[in-house]
T-cell receptor, first 112, second 114 residues
């Protein structure tokens, strides 16, 4: 089982709709969680960190569920510009160094 | 006002050659990383340096050698390039090694080995 798993999609969603996707992680020692977005042929860009209490940034809401070991990203009132691949990132302290694991990403297509 | 920059943006070379990719960040961060994103878009960490000291070294062939002349630069040298090295290489930086620190990525270097 991979340490970080995401549904690869694609999620095809009409503009204005709400879409949500999850990312599961297998190591309960995972400590920090992030969502990045990556546009085609571009670098990953930080979208938001994910805090235990959940956090919101405009139309985006991130949640962490430690008991079930997943994080989620909710996008409300989706825009065409939200079309991208969304990468889940999990960090934890290893024996000698930090472990930083990226999920393979979920592709989102917003349809006009 | 580029934050993390990489050169070159594209690199096409023959198998067996040696090449270098350079990375610089002007964010004042003290930790820098190299990632490889293969054709299946899987992003995997290769190395991490904190204040010029290697702190993460994943299972990477020793043909890959990172060098950090100062905390604003992390270069990647690759010897004896192989076809399987073709990928996009991203440099990133963060402040500190705290597990909470988010990373900021450069635009990537697209390497094609023929």
């Amino acid at each position: 089982r991979k340490e970080v798993e995401q549904d690869p999609g694609p999620f095809n969603v009409p503009e204005g709709a709400t879409v949500a996707f999850n990312c599961t992680y297998s190591n309960s020692a995972s400590q920090s969680f992030f969502w990045y977005r990556q546009d085609c042929r571009k670098e990953p860009k930080l979208l938001m960190s994910v805090y235990s209490s959940g956090n919101e940034d405009g139309r985006f809401t991130a949640q962490l569920n430690r008991a079930s070991q997943y994080i989620s990203l909710l996008i409300r009132d989706s825009k065409l510009s939200d079309s991208a691949t969304y990468l889940c990132v999990v960090k934890r302290l290893g024996k000698r160094d930090d472990k930083i694991i990226f999920g393979k990403g979920t592709r989102l297509h917003i349809l006009p | 006002d580029t934050a993390v920059s990489q050169t070159p943006k594209y690199l096409v070379t023959q198998m067996g050659n040696d090449k270098s990719i350079k990375c610089e960040q002007n964010l004042g961060h003290d930790t820098m990383y190299w990632y490889k994103q293969d054709s299946k878009k899987f992003l995997k960490i290769m190395f991490s340096y904190n204040n010029k000291e290697l702190i993460i070294n994943e299972t990477v062939p020793n043909r890959f050698s990172p060098k950090s002349p100062d905390k604003a630069h992390l270069n990647l040298h690759i010897n004896s390039l192989e076809l399987g090295d073709s990928a996009v290489y991203f440099c990133a930086s963060s402040q500190g090694t705290s597990v909470r620190g988010a990373q900021y990525f450069g635009p990537g270097t697209r390497l094609l080995v023929l």
